[in-house]
């Protein structure tokens, strides 16, 4: 009880699943027939962690960002990476101010709270580093000076899974700084009826009214990540990230980020449903969108169809499942 201030723990759980309830249902006006995504998007703001989104063009990948910000009165950006985009041109420069004799640092487009770093697959190897540090330190060094990020602070990747020409596959160490990877997938038939049937998507974004302020999500990010969480849990979220490390069909496993990325997400899921400590159901429901694109498959095994979600499927059937572990 102390931790949480003397306040009963499943009361402020149940309040942080009815706000985390408002916030899916206020982004669902706009990003429609979508609750799943929505959700794992929301489950990785709070988690603090950065989001790969990979779908083609036009299925609603930056509308759920621009929903997402609005919905929490956040300030949001939009990076269009090209070949030509230059890493000062994400991170900001320092220019000489005459006046003051003085250079000054003018912040780039990553100083928001919602950064959409559009197809980033198409921006240089390098260009594509400017963003190393930030997602994992929340700041920026420019000519040896730090500048902190605003908080929350999240990325919002996209990049197109079936136009490879003149694109820079991310590299490892890119990847495993994001906390997610999801698809967003064609909306069923009714939701697009619906979308075509109701008022343009940019003038509804226009008209959404915020849920919360930035204060409102801190307090709910604090909160999620001090919900109890058992002994047996620890020891599982190891054994099914390390089982990747040592499966046959993978020439790269996940490293420890993923253990503390699926526990951070999995704190979060529980919080979401009203529950002030983790299940084992938590982490299953989470293991595949926080592991797989960590994951380097073997060309036999590419061969054969299989790919990361698989293997992560294959973990979880294999790992034991800790009993009465939630309590």
């Given at each position: 009880?102390s931790?949480?201030?003397g ?7 149940g309040?942080?699943a ?8 206020n982004?669902?006006r706009i990003?429609r027939g ?6 794992l998007?929301?489950?990785c703001l709070l988690s603090?962690?950065?989001l ?10 930056t509308?759920?960002?621009r929903?997402?910000s ?16 230059l890493?000062?041109?994400?991170t900001?420069?320092?220019?000489f ?7 000054e640092f ?5 100083f928001a ?12 190897p390098k ?9 994992e330190?929340?700041?920026v ?6 500048h ?6 999240m ?8 136009d490879?020409?003149?694109t ?12 997610m990877?999801?698809?967003?997938g ?5 939701a697009?009826?619906?979308l ?8 509804m974004l226009?008209?959404l ?17 001090r919900?109890?969480?058992a002994?047996?849990?620890y020891?599982?979220?190891v ?7 040592e ?8 490293s420890?980020?993923a253990?503390v990325?699926?526990?951070?997400a ?6 979401a449903?009203?529950r ?5 159901e938590?982490?299953k429901?989470?293991a595949v969108?926080v592991?797989?694109h ?14 990361g ?12 499942t800790?009993?009465a572990?939630?309590?």
């Amino acid at each position: 009880m102390s931790e949480h201030g003397g306040v009963d723990p499943e009361a402020l759980a149940g309040r942080f699943a009815q706000m985390f309830g408002a916030l899916a249902q206020n982004i669902e006006r706009i990003v429609r027939g979508k609750r799943d995504k929505v959700e794992l998007a929301l489950v990785c703001l709070l988690s603090e962690g950065h989001l790969l989104v990979e779908d083609v063009p036009g299925v609603g990948k930056t509308t759920l960002a621009r929903a997402m910000s609005a919905s929490v009165e956040a300030k949001w950006a939009r990076i269009q990476f090209t070949p030509d985009l230059l890493p000062s041109d994400i991170t900001g420069v320092s220019i000489f101010n005459q006046g003051t004799s003085a250079f000054e640092f003018h912040p780039g487009p990553i100083f928001a709270n919602l950064a959409v770093a559009d197809e980033i697959n198409r921006g240089s190897p390098k260009t594509q580093s400017a963003l190393l540090e930030v997602m994992e330190e929340r700041r920026v060094t420019v000519e040896g000076t730090p500048h902190p990020v605003p908080r929350p602070f999240m990325v919002i990747a996209t990049q197109n899974p079936v136009d490879m020409d003149g694109t820079y596959p991310l590299p490892e160490a890119q990847l495993d700084r994001f906390l997610m990877r999801i698809s967003m997938g064609y909306p069923d038939h009714q939701a697009e009826v619906t979308l075509l049937a109701g008022a343009p998507t940019g003038a509804m974004l226009d008209q959404l009214p915020p849920v919360m302020g930035r204060e409102d999500l801190a307090r709910m990010i604090d909160f999620a990540q001090r919900l109890h969480v058992a002994a047996p849990l620890y020891d599982y979220v190891v054994r099914v990230v390390a089982a990747t490390r040592e499966h046959p069909d993978l020439r790269l496993g996940a490293s420890p980020r993923a253990s503390v990325a699926l526990l951070r997400a999995a704190r979060v899921r529980a919080a979401a449903a009203g529950r002030s400590y983790i299940v084992p159901e938590d982490v299953k429901a989470l293991a595949v969108p926080v592991i797989a694109h960590r994951l380097i498959v073997t060309p036999e095994a590419e061969l054969r169809g299989r790919g990361g979600a698989d293997v992560v499927g294959e973990v979880l059937a294999n790992v034991p499942t800790p009993q009465a572990a939630g309590v």
